[in-house]
């Protein structure tokens, strides 16, 4: 057997370098885009799974995308109005309450003070905002029925109407969710152990403000009649309760998806509904069943 020459054995030497390189490479890539495509990278996020996709949000953007969904459902809006609200405000601030904008526009909907939406301040001010926006959209004839470009631009009118459309099928699923039609399909990993309790009386305040009356009625904390601890709030959903949109199931589910997204804001800890529980710190960002059901009831729990 003949041996074979050194330029020979260099080159497949050079190709086998080249080689593991590249699987190196590939195998970098894969990691990264792995990383920033769950949030493994950054500030945690929230998932959302529904009509059969799924979203990732911060935070931020969570918490008022629930807040949204929360205003329509304190005035009886239907979904599609929640998906218009939420495309809009997807383009217009990225679900970011921003303080500034193009000429005067502020907040999420970049709604300006020099053409009548109210003053900065107010704008500034999630729920007083969305309320804005809806004063406006059922003002518009057929909303439901028309384009969601077109209802929104009937609203707000952009200098780039088409733009919203890039962000409807990321609201029909935020919407799917949101509104509570499908169960356990919103998490997020909630407020990290930093040892600030959370503020029960603070949690009722906000359900009432977003929600409404009819909500706020049914809140209790755990010492009006036993529960689980004397930081936890207990959000009651009575049997056969119907909304504009669904029954007592879909309403739990929407409320709970609302104190879940508002965790790391209120510093909530633990949301139970029926047979599922949400507790924060959950690495996987998910629910998981319990024996330990609530219900009927949506129980929100505070850190203590």
Not at 55 to 61: A, F, G, N, R, Y
Not at 89 to 106: F, K, P
Not at 239 to 254: C, D, P, S, V, Y
Request: a positive charge; charged letters at 20%; proline letters at 5%.
């Amino acid at each position: 057997m003949s041996a074979v020459p050194l330029p020979v054995l260099a080159s497949r030497a050079r190709r086998t370098r080249a080689a593991i390189a590249c699987a190196v490479l590939l195998a970098l890539v894969g990691y990264v885009a792995l990383h920033v495509l769950t949030g493994g990278w950054g500030p945690p996020r929230c998932l959302v799974r529904a009509e059969g996709e799924g979203v990732s949000l911060d935070p931020e953007q969570a918490v008022n995308a629930a807040t949204i969904e929360a205003v329509a459902a304190s005035r009886g809006l239907p979904e599609r109005a929640v998906t218009i609200a939420l495309a809009t405000a997807l383009q217009e601030s990225g679900l970011r309450n921003i303080r500034h904008g193009d000429r005067d526009s502020v907040g999420l909907f970049q709604q300006r003070p020099s053409q009548g939406w109210g003053t900065a301040r107010q704008i500034l001010d999630p729920v007083y905002a969305a309320g804005k926006f809806y004063d406006r959209l059922v003002k518009v004839p057929g909303y439901s029925r028309l384009p969601l470009t077109v209802a929104a631009q009937r609203v707000q009118y952009s200098g780039f109407p088409q733009a919203y459309a890039k962000h409807e099928t990321e609201a029909v699923v935020l919407t799917g969710a949101l509104t509570g039609r499908s169960a356990a399909a919103f998490s997020c990993p909630g407020p990290a152990d930093d040892g600030i309790p959370g503020d029960p009386a603070r949690v009722r305040a906000e359900l009432k403000r977003q929600f409404g009356a009819e909500v706020a009625a049914a809140v209790r904390s755990a010492g009006q009649g036993g529960g689980r601890s004397a930081a936890a709030d207990v959000v009651r959903v009575p049997t056969g309760a119907t909304t504009a949109r669904g029954g007592a199931k879909q309403r739990g589910w929407e409320l709970a998806y609302w104190a879940v997204a508002h965790s790391d804001e209120l510093h909530i800890e633990r949301v139970s509904y029926g047979n599922h529980v949400w507790t924060a710190g959950n690495s996987e960002a998910r629910w998981r069943t319990t024996e330990d059901g609530s219900g009927s009831e949506v129980h929100i729990s505070t850190a203590r």
